[in-house]
């Protein structure tokens, strides 16, 4: 594989598209901040509250609670603006009401560049990626195609990137964002503290690349080809 390209830097603003809560904070949040804090716009869209994603917790009382901890992890690395679309967590599919809603926010707020969530099958090796991951990248990547002047870029964070941005400086407070979802972590492994799980994630997500850390972005369709 070709060695990855700084990630564009002739932008203002970017929208993120993902399923749920915490998405955004496994990989982009480390360049999420160092993008807001040079000054640019980021916006954070999601499909669901994550209310299914709480062992144990029924969804009345778990979407509540995870659509606070993203707005206050999005709030850590600069982004104000976070909508949430109420499809059905752990059932979002690439459906034509979902590529709609895309196209339309995507109309709305005409960012330069679209980041979403990695959609191939597998993180690596026995890392099988979630369906509604894959479904969802499939349905942003549609409904981009399909709009007749779409933004210039459209990224999915990821392994085997071909850019990348480099984020030292910006790890703690990334680390700090994930650690905002003090409630889903907690139960999700209850053994590990929060921070220390966050640490870890991040670890493994903006891997050390000739000295600095770097968070990888796979260029999905550019405006520019």
Known sequence: MATPQPFPTDWRSALVLVPHPDDPEYGMAAAVAKWT?????????????????IAGMEPERAGPIRDAEQRRAAAIVGVDDVDFWDFPDSNIRNTAELRAKIASVIGE??????????GGPE?????PNQ?????FAAAVTAAYDALPDPPRWLFQGGPQPTHVETVDGYIDVAVAALAAHQVYLSV???????QEQARRVLDMTTPSVSGGRVAGF????????
């Open 37 to 53: 804090t040079a000054g640019k716009t980021v916006r954070y869209a999601l499909a669901c509250r994550g209310e299914a994603g």
């Open 109 to 118: 707020t005409k960012p330069d560049v679209v980041l979403t969530i990695y």
């Open 123 to 127: 993180f690596a090796p026995g890392m």
């Open 131 to 135: 369906r509604d991951h894959i479904e």
């Open 188 to 194: 999700l492994d209850p053994h590990t503290p929060v």
């Open 218 to 225: 796979l260029l999905e369709r550019s405006t520019d080809q």
